[in-house]
């Protein structure tokens, strides 16, 4: 059975930075494309950065380049997001999903995190 826990999350003021962990089931961690995804009020859920764990190669959504990076530890099958530089508009709640193909959609992927909130001040 794939298990994502997402932690990580809280609240900071904008131009704050936080990270996010998300801890995979060893046997779905190197058979599957990982990513980020979030909700954020009144949208719907969008990729946010995705990584392909066996060659690193990454993908990230326009609105987050340059601040957020997305970043694994193979030792401890656990996927990492790094964000920076924090906005209002970041406000929302961040999953961890697995799936078969390294794409921003999030109808790609199959398996998911119950989510951590991010808040945002400005």
């Known amino acids: 059975q794939v298990q994502l826990v997402e932690s990580g999350g809280g609240s900071v003021q904008a131009g704050g930075s936080l990270r996010l962990s998300c801890t995979v089931s060893r046997d779905a961690y190197n058979r599957y494309c990982m990513g980020w995804f979030r909700q954020t009020p009144g949208k719907e859920r969008e990729g946010v950065a995705t990584i392909y764990t066996r060659g690193q190669s990454t993908t990230y959504a326009n609105f987050v380049k340059g601040r957020f990076t997305i970043a694994q530890d193979n030792a401890k099958n656990t996927l990492y997001l790094q964000m920076n530089d924090l906005k209002p508009e970041d406000t929302g709640m961040y999953y961890c999903?697995?799936?078969?193909?390294?794409?921003?959609?999030?109808?790609?992927?199959?398996?998911w995190g119950q989510g951590t909130q991010v808040t945002v001040s400005s």
């Open positions: 999903a697995a799936g078969g193909y390294c794409t921003l959609d999030p109808g790609e992927y199959r398996y």
